[in-house]
C-alpha cells in the first residue's frame, strides 16, 4: 500500500499565518462506566505559617484511596461509589507566591512535598490514582517573572509533556500550561488562572501573579477541535472563581462566557475560595453555568459521577474541626476524624451554557425518514476489504487528491479570491466543487481518524475561503477572477454551477461541524445559503440549478441548524423544474430540457432521463425533502422513475449511464458495453439515492441495487493504490481504457475522496428500538435505537466468503427484532427486476441460526426477522452460499444476446487478458465450463478468482466461424481490473460462438502492419472483420481521430512481401447526435512505388463519404508493399473508421 501525507510543507501551509499547537490525538480513556473523578485544590504544601497543613493533605488522601466503594448520599440517590480515574487540583499546588515566602529554595522543598503524596500517574506517591495539577495565583510568579531559581510553571511543562507521553492527557497549548483530555466521552479542559489570553489592566490585586497566558485563546482552539457544539459534555477547570472581582476583570469574564456558550458545558470547576456551588452567568447572559469551588485539600474534596445522561456531585468533608488557642497563643485546627458529606449537585448532563436549541441534538424532528442510519462514526471496520480501502483513502487519497487541487490551481483559485496571490481563474468553472467534496472526505477522515496536520490543513483552507467569501455570502472563484465581476451572478445558471459549487460546500461545512464543532465554515455556509435564499424565491428570480446538488446540501443544511427556510429552499428548486417561471436576469430564460431533467415537473416524471449524475442527485434531494416534509407526490415519481431503471436501464455491475455523448441515460435497454459511461460520479450518485429509498420504504431491494453499485460500478473507480481513477466504467475494453492519475473535470476523484470513508454509514440502521443489518462488513457498530444501546459485532470475510457471525450485546436484556438481510443474489434475483437472470439452476439454500440453533424466520421485503429477548452472548449466524452464477440478460439487451456474465456473492466478474493469453473477446463460456473459485492471496490485494473451461473461435475467409482451441479461462472480480497495464477486458462473454468476436482470417488487411497518425479507441477494429450496421453501430469497435479536428490522418499498412491490389472498402464511423465524429471531407488511396514514395493510385471511380455502408474505391490494380489511406477531416469535426477491406483483383481478400 502507498502512503502519502500532506506535509507541513504543503504550499498552503506554507502560507499559513497561524498554526495552533493542538495534540489532536485520541485521549486517554481510563475512566470507567459511569466515570468517578475527584476534584480538589489550594494543597499550599509547606504553607507560609501553616506548615502542619501537609499532615492533613495527607489525611485527605488517605480518604481518596478509600473512597471507591463507600455509598453515595441518599439525596442523590445512592449506590457505591466507582474507582476514580484521576484526582485534579486545580491550582495553589504550593506557597511559593502572591505575598507568601519571601526565601530562596522555599518553591523546590514545597514542589518536593507535594510530588511525594500526589506523584504523577498513581505509582509515584502517596495518592494511587493519577492526578491532573494546574497552577494558581501562590504557585510563584508566571514563566519569565521566577524568583530564587524555581519555576513552577517549568515543572508543569514537563510534567505535561509526561502525561502526553503516557496518554493521561490529550491537548497542550504551546506554552504547555493549558491541556484538555477526554474521558468517556467527556471533554475536559484545565486553563490554569483562568480563561483569558493577556491580563487585564484594570485588575487590583497583585498582577504580577494574575497572567493568563493565552488560556482563552487554548480553550476556543481545543473546543473547535473536539467538542460539537450543544452536543459533547465539557468540564472546564481553573483556578480563580467567577464572582471575586479582585481576581480578573469582568470583561474577562464576559469573553469566557461567549466562548463557550454554544458548548454543552456541564459544569465549571475551580479552587481559591470558600467551598460551595452556585450558578453563574454575565449580566444579561443566557442559560448559568453550574459553578463548583472545590475547596482545600485539607479540608476535604468533590466526588464527581457522570453517567445516564446525569451528573452528580457531593463533597467529602471532614467533619467535627474545631479550631482552638495553643499555649503559644497561636490558632490550630483539630479534627476527629470523621468525614461527612455537603454541597450536593444532581443535573441532566444537558446545554447549560448553550443560548437556544443544540444544533447536533435534533434527534428524530416533526419529519424524517421512517428509518435511521447508524453513522459512519458509529461503525468500526475490522475487514478483509474494506479496511485496506478505508485505510488507504484516508492515507492516500484524500491528501493525493489535495495535491492535485493544489498542483491544478483549485485552491490556488481561492488563495487568489481572497487577494492573498495574484492571477486569473484558473481551470473549469466548477472546480471549486471538487475542493468542497475533498475537504468533505477529510471531515469524514478525521472523525475516523484524528490528524493534527490534517485538521490545520482544513482550518487554513477555511480560512482562506472566509477571506475569498464575498460580503453578502457570495462565493464562487470563477466570477471572483481577477477581481469580482458583480454582474456577472447568476447569468448563466443553467450551465455555470454556481448552486451547484453551494451545494457541496454545504455538505462539506455540515460534515466539518459534526466533527471538529467548529462553526466557522458551517457560518459561511449558511451566509451563502441565506445570499441564495433572497435571490430566487416565489417572489424574484425562480431559476433552478442546472445540475442538481444543492438540494441535498440545503436539507443537510436543515438538520444541522433547524432552519427550516433551508429546507424550503430546496423543496422551492425541486418544484421550478419544468416551470418556466421567471429565470435568467431578464426572467425570460428557458427551460434546461430532458439533459437536466427540466422538461417536465418532477412530480410528472416516470423516467429516468438525461445527465445521469445530475439525475440521481435529483432523486436523492427528491427523497430527503419527502421524508422531512411528508410531500407524497415526490414519493411517487422517484418510485416510478427506480423501477424505470432497474428494469431497462441498469449495468449488472450497478452503474447507471449508456451514452458518453450526454453522460447520461440512454433508452430502455440499451445498455452497450464497449461504451458504457457509467461514470463513477453517477455509481456514487446511485447509491446515495438507493440508500434513502431504503430508509424511506425499509424494502431490501434498495440495499441490493446499493450493495451491487457498491462493490462494482463503484469501485471500480478507484484503484487498488488510491490515486487512479476512473471517469466512465466500461464493461469492455480492446486496451483503450485506463484509470488516470486525475483529469481536467475531475468530479469523479473528489467524488471519491469522500465516498469510501462514508461506507460505514450504509451498514446498519434502526428502526422503533429494531436494528437493520443492511450490508456484511466486519467490526463493530454501536447503536442507539432509541430504547436501549446496542453493539453488534459483525466477523467475516465477505465478500470471499459467505460466513457471516453477528454477535448482539445489548446494554441492557430487552426484546427487540434483528432484520438481517438476505441479498437478492442469494434469492435466485441478481437484481429486483427480471433484467437479468441466473442461467444455471444452483438453489443452495441459505442458512441461519441463533446460538447455535437453526431458526428459520420469514423473509420479508429482503429481510430475516429475528425477534426475541436479546442479551449478552447471544450471536446470529448466517451462512450465504456463494457457487458462481451464470447470468443472462432480457434479449432486449442486444449487446448482450448470446452472452453470460458471471457473479459470485455481490462481486461482478470479468476476464481481463493478463490472465487470459491477451485475449478475452473469441472466448466462449459454455454451460459445460465447470467454473470454480479459488481465494489468491497474492493476486491484486488478495481476490478469488473464477477459473473454467473455454474454447476460442476464428473466423473463416468465407465468414463462417470454427472452433480454434480450448482453453482454461480466468474471472476476476470487475474492480480490480486495469492494474497490470492496459488490456483487452470483458464482464460479458460470449456464451455461444456467434456471440463472440472471432479471431479475424488471414485477410490482406489482418496480416498487414498496420499504423495510423492517431489511433484513439482501436487501431485493431478497422480490420476485425465485424460489420457494422451503421456508421453510429456502438457495439463495433472503431479507430477514430479524437480530438482532432479538420486535420489530415492517415492509414498505413504493410506487407513483407509486394501484393497486387485493386480494391479498397472504407466503412466510415459517424457518431452525429452523441460525439463530434463526422464523416470526412474526403480521402484517398496512396500505393508505396519503387522508389519507395507513396503515390495516388489510378482511381476508377470516386472516393464517397456515405454513411451506413462501405465506401468502395478501384482502382487500376497496383503491386506494393504498401497502402496508405490519406483521410481530409471536416473543418471542426473529427472523424474514424469502423472496418477497412482491401482486396485483390477478382475481389480476393485473402493474404495468399
Known sequence: MKTRRILPMSTLLRRAAVCLALALAPAALRAETPLTFLVTSDSHYDA???????????????????????????????????????????????????????????????????????????????LKYPVLESWGNHDGPPAGRERFGFSFQAKLKERNARRLAKGLIAAVSENGLHYSWNWGGVHFAELGLYPGNEPHPAIRYSPQYHDPQQSLEFLEADLRA???????PVIICHHYDLQGSDWWHADDRKAYYDAIRPYNVIAVFHGHTATGVYQWKPEGAGRPLDVVNTGQTENGFFVVEIGGERIRLAYRMKAGIKTVQGADGKARREWDGVWGWRHHLARDVRAIASDGPAPQAEGRRRRDYNILPVPFSKVHVDDVLWTPRLETSLAVTIPYAFEQCEATDRIGNFEKAAGLLPGGHEGAYFNDSDVYKVMEGAAYSLQVRPDRMMRLYLDQLI???????????????????????????????????????????????????????????LDMARKNADL??????????????????????????????????????????????????????????????????????????KEAVGHSVRAAYLYTGMADVAALTGAMEYIAAIDAIWEDVVTRKLYITGGIGAAGGHEGFGGAYELPNMTAYCETCASIANVLWNH???????????????????????????????????????????????????????????????????????????????VYVNLFIGGTASIETGRNAVRLVQTTRYPWEGGVRIAVEPEKEAAFAVLIRIPGWARQEPVPSDLYSFADSVRDEVSLSVNGEKTNPEVRQGYARIERVWKQGDAIELALPMPVRRIVSRPEVTTNRGRIALQRGPLVYCLEGPDNDGRVLDLVIGEDAAPAAEFRPDLLGGVVAITGKARTVK????????????????????????????????????????????????????????????????????????????SADSSSLQLDFWSHKGTTEWLQFEWDAPRELSRVKVYWFDDTGRGECRVPASWRVLARNAAGEFAPVENRGPYEVAKDAFNTVEFEPVTTTALKIEIVLQKDWSGGVLEVVIESPGGVRASE
Open 532 to 605: 441564495i435564499c433572497r435571490v430566487f424565491n416565489a417572489d424574484n428570480r425562480t431559476d433552478p440549478p442546472g445540475h442538481q446538488e444543492i438540494e441535498i446540501g440545503l436539507c443537510r443544511l436543515y438538520r444541522a441548524t433547524g432552519d427550516e427556510k433551508y429546507l424550503a429552499q430546496a423543496k422551492f428548486f425541486l418544484d421550478q423544474r419544468g416551470r418556466k417561471g421567471r429565470r435568467g436576469p431578464d426572467g425570460n430564460g428557458g427551460l434546461y430540457g430532458t439533459y437536466a431533467q427540466d422538461h417536465i415537473p418532477v412530480v410528472e416524471q
Open 955 to 1030: 473466423r473463416t475467409l468465407q465468414g463462417g466461424l470454427v472452433p480454434d482451441a480450448e482453453r482454461t479461462f480466468t474471472a476476476i472480480p470487475y474492480y480490480a481490473w486495469s492494474h497490470r497495464g492496459r488490456a483487452h477486458m470483458t464482464v460479458w462473454p460470449a456464451g455461444v460462438p456467434e456471440a463472440a468476436r472471432p479471431k479475424p482470417a488471414d485477410t490482406l488487411a489482418a496480416v498487414s502492419k498496420t499504423t495510423a497518425s492517431y489511433v484513439h479507441v482501436s487501431l485493431d477494429a478497422i480490420k476485425d472483420q465485424n460489420t457494422p450496421e451503421s
Open 48 to 126: 507560609f505559617e501553616n506548615e502542619d497543613r501537609n499532615e492533613r493533605n495527607r489525611a485527605t488522601i488517605d480518604q481518596m484511596n478509600a473512597i471507591s466503594g463507600a455509598q453515595w448520599p441518599e439525596e442523590l440517590g445512592g449506590g457505591a461509589i466507582g474507582t476514580p480515574c484521576a484526582v485534579l487540583v486545580l491550582g495553589d499546588v504550593i506557597d511559593d507566591g502572591d505575598r507568601m515566602w519571601e526565601g530562596a529554595n522555599q518553591g523546590e522543598r514545597q514542589f518536593a512535598s507535594f510530588l511525594a503524596d500526589f506523584g504523577l500517574d498513581g505509582t509515584d506517591g502517596r
Open 226 to 232: 473536539n467538542a460539537v457544539p450543544g452536543v459533547t
Open 463 to 521: 480560512r482562506v475561503m472566509a477571506k475569498a467569501q464575498w460580503e453578502d455570502g457570495y462565493l464562487y472563484t470563477f466570477f471572483s477572477l481577477p477581481a469580482r465581476q458583480p454582474e456577472k451572478r447568476w447569468t448563466n445558471i443553467g450551465a455555470l454551477h454556481e448552486q451547484y459549487c453551494a451545494g457541496h460546500m454545504y455538505e462539506a461545512a455540515v460534515a466539518h461541524r459534526e466533527v471538529t464543532g467548529d462553526d466557522t465554515f
Open 692 to 770: 434513502r429509498m431504503f430508509l424511506m420504504h425499509g424494502d431490501g431491494k434498495y440495499i441490493d441495487v446499493l450493495e451491487r453499485t457498491m462493490y462494482n460500478a463503484a469501485l471500480s473507480g478507484i484503484s487498488l493504490e488510491g490515486d487512479r481513477f476512473f471517469y466512465p466504467n466500461v464493461l469492455e475494453s480492446v486496451g483503450q481504457h485506463a484509470r488516470s492519475p486525475w483529469f481536467g473535470c475531475a468530479c469523479c476523484p473528489s467524488n471519491v475522496a469522500r465516498f469510501i470513508p462514508s461506507v460505514p454509514g450504509f451498514a446498519y440502521a434502526c428502526k422503533d428500538g429494531d
